[in-house]
């Protein structure tokens, strides 16, 4: 082998820019463009637990209340643009668990609309099976409001006792979400 073909001679080295790939550049403008208005869309307590940077956090304060025009795109890409300067993903785990709380509220919802229709259309046997499930639950409460409500269901009048049974439900159904976590805090204690 010839040696000549391995010495470098440092004056002949070429140096390259690596440019950035402007498609990747552009999917992630969209992506954190999809993050700034999932961020208009939150409450003012959710949007005060992501933490974000005074510019960010008044730019997504005035887009919230702005109607679906040029502006608001305009300012939507601002805040796009100001997400790009910074660490992310802190603000995206953040706003994927409020996220997960919304559906997990949802399907929380469905449950309890779902017992509160089958109570009421069927009576005493659903609140038996209700009651074996949920020992814990006031049970001359429950009972009469399934009264009242199926009373009103009767006379076609305005649906109050089924509105307060519902209110009872759902605080059923988050006294036990409580005492899953009592008993999930007492376990971790326990292991230490």
Do not use: C
């Not at 307590?45 to 209340?65: C, D, F, M, R």
């Not at 069927?122 to 209700?130: C, I, S, V, Y």
């Amino acid at each position: 082998m010839n040696e000549e073909y391995y010495e470098y001679d440092d004056e002949e080295v070429e140096y390259y820019a690596v440019r950035p790939n402007k498609t990747q550049i552009k999917r992630d403008m969209a992506a954190l463009f999809a993050v700034s208005e999932d961020m208009s869309e939150l409450s003012a307590a959710q949007l005060k637990t992501l933490e974000l940077p005074e510019v960010i956090h008044n730019a997504v304060v005035e887009v919230s209340g702005m109607a679906h025009t040029g502006a608001r795109k305009r300012l939507l890409k601002f805040i796009a643009g100001q997400l790009h300067k910074i660490d992310t993903a802190p603000i995206l785990e953040k706003l994927a668990r409020i996220k997960n709380k919304s559906a997990h509220a949802v399907r929380e919802h469905h449950i309890v609309e779902r017992w509160r229709d089958r109570l009421i259309a069927e009576g005493n046997d659903a609140l038996t099976e209700l009651l074996d499930e949920q020992p814990h639950a006031d049970r001359q409460l429950l009972r009469q409001l399934l009264r009242n409500a199926q009373k009103e269901a009767e006379a076609g009048k305005p649906p109050k006792s089924s509105r307060l049974l519902y209110r009872q439900l759902k605080q059923l159904f988050d006294f036990e979400n409580e005492l899953d976590d009592d008993v999930a805090t007492d376990d971790e204690q326990d292991d230490d």
